[in-house]
């Protein structure tokens, strides 16, 4: 079974894409916004990955669901189910292809943190960014199950650098 998208060497025009994009959602949060932040591999220069960009948004709370919904459709953005409590998501598929993943979070939720030290450490650490990238090309090479078989067998090692959840 396939991932969402094939591994690809790092592309110089992720980080334009995430801006275009940014300022397509900054529309739909005005006064909940706190930040919209790259995150995920295509946020990390050198960094191969699935060529999805992510999106993580910071939010004061999560008012008005069925308005943001039917915002985030008309982007063309389909609602996943929520991953933890106070942490929605949504994916947008171009022509039957993920393009973007946009995580939605409130202010204080323990995914936020975890993301942009995660991001950080990548960016900063040559020898954990390519142990990394590594460990994604042999799980996508071996994968048989798809994308939840590759998240579920990266978390071990992101756990190891920044903490597992909390319970």
Not at 92 to 120: A, N, S
Not at 128 to 150: C, F, M, P, S, W
Request: proline share 5%; hydrophobic share 40%.
């Amino acid at each position: 079974m396939a991932l969402t998208s094939k591994i690809s060497p790092y592309d110089p025009l992720w980080p334009a894409m995430f801006e275009n994009e940014k300022a397509r959602l900054l529309q739909i949060f005005k006064a909940e916004l706190v930040g919209i932040h790259h995150v995920g591999s295509t946020a990390v220069p050198g960094l191969s990955a699935k060529p999805e960009i992510d999106l993580l948004v910071e939010v004061l709370d999560h008012r008005n669901q069925t308005g943001r919904d039917s915002s985030m459709r008309a982007l063309g953005y389909v609602r996943g189910s929520n991953l933890s409590d106070g942490h929605h998501f949504y994916r947008r598929d171009i022509e039957g292809i993920r393009t973007h993943k946009v995580h939605i979070c409130i202010t204080g939720h323990w995914q936020i943190q975890r993301m942009l030290r995660f991001r950080d450490l990548l960016r900063n650490d040559p020898i954990v960014r390519q142990q990394y990238q590594d460990l994604k090309l042999h799980l996508e090479a071996t994968n048989r199950e798809g994308i939840a078989e590759y998240l579920a067998k990266k978390a071990p090692f992101i756990d190891m650098l920044i903490g597992s959840r909390p319970e």
